[in-house]
């Protein structure tokens, strides 16, 4: 069973594409639309027929720090969304209660897309 671990980060970035107010293009670094939705496969399908348990938890990094995870992403699947792998890590998180977000989230993946 794996041992107890804590965040390193805990609050959201500034620009963080799961805030409503983030433009995609925005986002520090060299940002690529096509990479950007090859995120998307690491957001479990909400069909619980379709459910298909993975090897390996898949989340979604910070795009800042690139070993951290992204809390915008965290706050959606621990809360609405539906990585389960996920969620059954955080039980051994100590700090998972100190996750702060920073305004409006985006509901889904899809919204955190830019609109062209």
Known sequence: MSEKFK???TKQCAKCPWKVSTNPYEI???????????LGDIIPDPDPLKYTPVKELRVMGCHLSHKDYCIGYLHNQLNSGHNLALRLRFFKCE?????QIVG?????FEDTLPKD
């Open 28 to 38: 520090p670094g060299e940002y690529s639309k096509e990479l950007h939705e090859k």
């Open 95 to 99: 700090n998972a209660k100190d996750i």
């Open 7 to 9: 965040l390193t980060l």
């Open 104 to 108: 409006p989230q985006h509901k889904t």
